[in-house]
């Protein structure tokens, strides 16, 4: 990855449109678009930056290239055969990246989000994809005890709830033409990571 705000942010951009065209695990739009309309969405609710490139890169983790996925599993311990979630891997290569923490942490939450919500609103389980309630059952099922307490205190808890709502609901096929590109937010990573 290039080392100036600038080539890392033109880095960003070739791997969102370059690798972000398979389908979205069971959903009818490719990861791009996912990602896509869930950076629209924080964008459109007035959300500061942290908040729209964490909504854009939150399935980053998804996507990477095998060998950088490895190197940050390697980074974070992970050796065995054991699988470190997508947020995690998304987290810590954005980090590597110099990336914020807002931002890291954010993508690096979506999971518990979800886990958060499903605990405390029986409603939001019942309006997930069918994809997204066969997911959880892997992610660990909705948070509990000391988990929940933890989740609730967080500073950006609220932050948090919003992208997993945008991510929830960037699931629309067909709306590619009202959807800002990828490239829009070249600038946008660029001066996040110049003040990073």
């Known amino acids: 990855m290039a080392t100036t705000p600038g080539g890392t942010a033109d880095a ?25 309309q869930c950076a629209h969405s ?8 942290e908040t729209v490139l964490a909504a854009l890169l939150h399935d980053i983790g998804q996507f990477l290239p095998i060998e950088d996925a490895k190197d940050v599993r390697m980074s974070m311990g992970e050796y065995s055969v054991g699988r470190v979630g997508h947020e995690r891997v998304g987290e810590e290569y954005l980090k590597g990246l110099g990336f914020g923490d807002k931002v890291s942490k954010l993508v690096g939450s979506h999971v518990a989000a979800k886990r958060y919500l499903t605990a405390v609103d029986l409603s939001y389980y019942d309006a997930l994809s069918e994809a997204s309630k066969q997911s959880l059952k892997f992610q660990g099922g909705p948070f509990e005890g000391k988990d929940l307490d933890t989740f609730e205190q967080d500073p950006l808890r609220d932050e948090m709830v919003s ?6 609901e960037a699931k629309i096929a067909g709306i590619e033409d009202v959807t800002p590109r990828a490239e829009l937010y070249r600038g946008m990573i660029q001066r996040h990571l110049e003040r990073a």
């Open 163 to 168: 992208l997993r709502r945008w991510d929830d």
């Open 12 to 36: 960003i951009i070739r791997l969102l449109c370059e690798r972000g065209t398979s389908d979205y695990i069971g959903e009818s739009i490719s990861q791009l678009e996912h990602c896509l």
């Open 42 to 49: 924080a964008a459109e609710a007035g959300s500061d930056d």
